[in-house]
């Protein structure tokens, strides 16, 4: 099996450590684990692009390039300049320091980057740690998907069906925020919403006056209403979402029908 990795927090991240480790048990002796990530951290940019202007890329070892771009970008890099004489079998993204439940997912690099794969027709899993006070303070706060990645990757593809529909299946994983010895399975749960709880600005002036903003993100450990992605994380399993890009609202379509 040949496995293209990628990730947004650089290619210098300790995830992504874990992650080739995990790739490196998938694709065996024989296999062959490439990869492609953004040479500085690109968190929260989601599904973007670099549309309007070109990136470099730089080969720093056998099998390991960084990009200056997003995961998206290093996933088309990957695909149609690196490995384009031997395209991969799978697609991995991760392993994020932080979680991709509920509403982080619509901003996450992590996911933008699986969601690519999937877009060019390669089945693609993104995979992230949540922390907590249970496991940032471990000597390896991702040792819950150190221990159980490989084997849950493998699972997934198994149980993934055939399909040649227009937009593919990816998943989204998220180990809880907990030692890997109190991982109490894995659950299939949708992705849910953090009520009360939301991005945000907070405001700062610089030494010279000039007015900024930070971006700031909301409280991690509300949960979601029950058996969706977060709420299963923050009582101790693994979550699987199985996602695609097409972002109709089906379930609207017949109430719009009126406007025709």
């Known amino acids: 099996m040949r496995i293209l990795l990628t990730n947004d927090d ?66 088309l890099a990957g695909l149609h ?73 493998r699972r997934i593809l198994d149980a993934t069906p055939k399909e040649q529909g227009d937009y593919r299946l990816f998943y989204n994983v998220n180990f809880p925020p907990v030692p890997a010895d109190d991982v109490r399975g894995t659950r299939v749960a949708p992705q849910g919403f953090r009520r009360d709880t939301h991005f945000g600005v907070e405001p700062h002036s610089s030494p010279s006056g000039r007015r900024f903003l930070w971006i700031k993100g909301g409280y991690q450990h509300n949960p979601t209403a029950p058996g969706t992605d977060a709420a299963v994380n923050l009582e101790g399993y693994i979550s699987v979402t199985p996602m695609r890009a097409d972002l109709t609202a089906h379930d609207a379509l017949e109430a719009l029908k009126a406007i025709e």
């Open 10 to 75: 650089g290619i210098n991240a300790p995830g992504l450590i874990v992650l080739e480790a995990i790739a490196a048990e998938l694709a065996g002796p024989d296999g062959e684990v490439w990869v492609v990530a953004p040479a500085f951290e690109q968190s929260g940019v989601g599904h973007c692009i670099s549309y309007t202007h070109p990136m470099m890329v730089a080969k720093l070892g056998e099998r390991r390039y960084a990009a200056e771009g997003s995961p998206a970008d290093c996933v």
């Open 81 to 153: 300049d690196v490995m384009k004489d031997s395209p991969p079998d799978l697609v991995l993204s991760g392993v994020n320091r932080g979680n991709n439940s509920a509403e982080n997912t619509l901003y996450s690099g992590t996911i933008g980057g699986a969601m690519e794969a999937a877009l060019q027709g390669v089945p693609a899993i993104a995979l992230s740690q949540y922390f907590g006070p249970r496991n940032l303070g471990l000597d390896d706060p991702f040792e819950a998907a150190g221990k159980f990645g490989s084997d849950l990757v």
